[in-house]
């Protein structure tokens, strides 16, 4: 149909070009997803990277996993690649002579630990390790430039994967930024970071890629090209853009523009 999303179009529209698969710690093929719903497997804690701790698929989506941390809350659900190195089959942190730790936030008294890790995994059904992907290599150094296309997750809505464009590049960082939101999710983070992926992703591992949001932002680079508006229209764009309206949600392209404070989700 036509107003679904559709990446060759959008390029085209908005004159752009998506940043080269080897930009990205991705593989060339998503790897595919054989986790089932009710799998245990062992995950860093991510709000306490340092322990390893027992954690339950509660969601497939694409390449990823929903996980949670058994005797944590509905809460903290965090998502990961079935290649992501933060988590492994279960034994292997004994293996390593390591000890399982309870969750940040663990729901009973800390001496219960003990029988509640029995408990948990008597009877569980553990994700076998044929299913774990070995996660890829970092590419050599950053490859990002600014303007540069790509797919990456909304880190206050990580479940949630959007087109984005590189904003800035510093060192081994890059600043991704949200087409068509203003600017309250963007984050900086590293060039090999598994939140981010090449154009076409979602397509491959059959994810929902998120629409981009409807507030447009007028760049300089958009001022600038030769199709833009007279240099009368231009004017009163600018003003427009000075004058203290407050902020306004869900404007779509061609709508007066409103600068104001950066709205919440
Ligand atoms: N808070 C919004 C979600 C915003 C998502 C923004 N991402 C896609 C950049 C809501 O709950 O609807």
């Known amino acids: 149909s036509n107003d679904h999303f559709n990446w060759e179009d959008y390029l085209r529209e908005t004159g752009s070009l998506s940043a080269p698969p080897h930009c ?3 593989s060339k093929n998503p790897p595919s997803n054989d986790f089932k719903i009710g799998m245990k497997l062992e995950a860093h804690d991510p709000r306490n990277v340092t322990s390893v701790c027992i954690a339950t698929v509660i969601g497939i989506t694409g390449a990823r996993l929903r996980l949670r941390l ?3 809350d509905n809460k903290n659900d965090f998502w990961r690649l079935v290649d992501s190195s933060d988590i492994q089959q279960i034994g292997t942190c004994e293996k390593k002579g390591d000890m399982l730790q309870p969750p940040l936030g663990f729901r009973m008294n800390a001496s219960s630990w003990p029988m509640f890790l029995l408990r948990t995994l008597n009877g569980a059904e553990m994700a076998p390790a044929a299913i774990f992907r070995k996660e890829p290599p970092k590419p050599p150094e950053n490859y990002f430039k600014v303007g540069m296309k790509l797919e990456a997750v909304d880190k206050k809505n990580p479940y949630l994967i959007c087109p984005a464009t590189i904003g800035d590049v510093k060192g081994d960082e890059v600043f991704i930024t949200f087409d068509g939101w203003r600017g309250a999710f963007d984050y900086w983070c590293k060039y090999d970071s598994r939140d981010i992926f090449p154009v076409g992703w979602c397509r491959l591992t059959g994810d929902a890629l998120q629409p981009p949001g409807n507030n447009i932002s007028i760049t300089k680079s958009i001022l600038n090209t030769p199709s833009s508006p007279p240099k009368a229209i231009r004017r009163s764009m600018q003003s427009a853009q000075k004058s203290p309206v ?15 404070p950066v709205t919440a989700p």
């Open 24 to 26: 990205f710690r991705q």
């Open 70 to 72: 058994d005797g944590s």
């Open 246 to 260: 407050p902020a306004q949600r869900g404007r779509k392209l061609g709508e007066s523009r409103s600068p104001g």
